[in-house]
Nanobody, 122 residues
Framework: QVQLVESGGGSVQAGGSLRLSCAAS????????MGWYRQDAGKQRELVAR???????TYADSVKGRFTISRDNANNTVYLQMNSLKPEDTSVYYC????????????????WGQGTQVTVSS
């Protein structure tokens, strides 16, 4: 069974920084894309940033130039460095691992973390 464990959320004032981490555990052979999404109550989950196994990145327009996604393939970990945070960045952030292939089951599946709260005060 694959689990994604997130850490690094919290409260910060506008203009501050936070770094989110997400580690995937289990008998993982490879992961295609990893990413971060966020979701406000009553709204759809939206992409924040994602990164391919080879390091290609995609960002939501609202976070370009402020957030940086990176990953450590050897440790199946993805990071989100969030700088110049704004109150509108307040949300629950979810880690996603897409196309996970394990030694146990040779078919790819997608997994989500449990979510971590980020609160930015003005």
């Amino acid at each position: 069974q694959v689990q994604l464990v997130e850490s690094g959320g919290g409260s910060v004032q506008a203009g501050g920084s936070l770094r989110l981490s997400c580690a995937a555990s289990g008998r993982i052979f490879s992961i295609n894309d990893m990413g971060w999404y966020r979701q406000d109550a009553g709204k759809q989950r939206e992409l924040v940033a994602r990164i391919s196994h080879g390091g290609s990145t995609t960002y939501a327009d609202s976070v370009k130039g402020r957030f940086t996604i990176s990953r450590d393939n050897a440790n199946n970990t993805v990071y989100l460095q969030m700088n110049s945070l704004k109150p509108e960045d307040t949300s629950v952030y979810y880690c996603n691992a897409e196309g996970v292939l394990t030694f146990v089951e040779w078919t790819r599946h997608d997994y989500w973390g449990q979510g971590t709260q980020v609160t930015v005060s003005s």
